[in-house]
């Protein structure tokens, strides 16, 4: 597609459940980047992809986040065991090679 | 931590006047580049700019670098209400695959 499309736009979890949120990218782009965003403010990276390799997940929180960008299928971001801090914003944009990355309009997570 | 500190972190004027906001980071990039985000919704691309370019332009925005300061400036020029967003300032560093944020600059434009 020609824009990178996010599902659900709005999600609510109780503490505890687990979140899934997908991701497709623009078609042709090689990469994938995860980042959430807390009130309104900055981006933290979480993980990127090079097609379906992990290519960098210094970002990642290592217990309960999981990423995965298989082919012919949507990228996910699965979180295990939500907790409140985990409310914000998720957005995912894709690229090719200069760096011009695409975004989303994001996934509202709210942990309840 | 973030690389990219803007500056400042809100900035309120008139419409018809000239907004400037500034960013700094920390560590060699390859590039530079301002999104606009609309109340909470996803980023929108503005510009790029390679760490061997000064200056550039598009439409009514104008943006420069300093990589001695490790610095970049964006101009819009003649604001419209519709301009009323948050600003970020993002950066690529070399080998590295992902866009380090800055906490990004509220403008608001006043009709």
């Known amino acids: 597609g020609e824009e990178v499309a996010q599902t659900p736009k709005h999600l609510v979890r109780g503490e505890g459940q687990k979140a899934k949120l997908y991701c497709a990218p623009i078609k042709g782009h090689s990469y994938v980047f995860w980042y959430q965003q807390v009130l309104k403010n900055e981006f933290k990276f979480l993980i990127s992809f090079q097609n379906e390799n992990v290519f960098d997940e210094t970002g990642m929180p290592k217990e309960r986040f999981s990423a995965k960008c298989l082919p012919n299928s949507p990228c996910s971001l699965e979180i295990q065991a939500t907790k409140l801090e985990d409310s914000a914003v998720y957005f995912c944009?894709?690229?090719?090679?200069?760096?011009?990355?695409?975004f989303g309009q994001g996934t509202r997570l709210t942990v309840v | 931590s973030q690389q990219g500190e803007e500056d400042p972190q809100a900035l309120s004027i008139q419409e018809g006047e000239n907004a400037t906001m500034n960013c700094s980071y920390k560590t060699s990039i390859n590039n530079l580049q301002w999104y606009r985000q609309n109340s909470g919704r996803g980023l929108v691309h503005l510009i790029l700019i390679r760490s061997n370019e000064r200056e550039k332009h598009s439409g009514r925005l104008r943006v420069t670098l300093d990589t001695s300061k490790k610095s970049s400036s964006l101009l819009i020029t003649a604001s419209r209400a519709a301009d009323t967003a948050s600003y970020f300032c993002?950066?690529?560093?070399?080998?590295?695959?992902?866009?380090?944020f800055g906490q990004g600059t509220r403008l608001t434009i006043n009709p």
């Open positions: 944009a894709s690229s090719q090679y200069s760096f011009e990355a695409f």
């Open positions: 993002a950066t690529d560093g070399r080998g590295a695959q992902k866009l380090v």
